[in-house]
């Protein structure tokens, strides 16, 4: 396998891609790897799709994030059957 080493990264970018690969449950080296294949050839791998979705923002909540959207989200639930005649 060949190495690469990129120097000069601006500290905002940095940031961005550690980001990304933290909430995709990736180490840098592996994301920027699947970065890096989709780019250069245009998928993540051989066979699969690529696609543009809300796939990287699964799981990312935390229990507590979750809970407070659940109880927000509780008087949704609740039908005034008066407007459903």
């Known amino acids: 396998m060949t190495q690469f080493s990129i ?7 940095a940031a961005r891609l550690k980001r ?7 180490s840098l080296n ?3 790897q ?5 780019t250069a050839v245009g998928e993540e791998r051989p ?3 690529v696609h543009d979705d809300l796939d990287s923002l699964a799981g ?4 507590a994030q979750a809970q407070a ?6 008087p949704f ?5 008066t407007l459903w005649r």
């Open 7 to 13: 120097r000069d990264v601006d500290p905002a970018t």
């Open 20 to 26: 990304n690969a933290k909430r995709r449950g990736q």
């Open 30 to 32: 592996r994301y920027l």
């Open 34 to 38: 699947s970065v890096l294949r989709r």
């Open 47 to 49: 066979g699969y799709a």
């Open 60 to 63: 990312t909540w935390s229990a």
């Open 69 to 74: 959207f659940e109880e927000a989200t509780a």
């Open 77 to 81: 639930a609740d039908v005034d059957k």
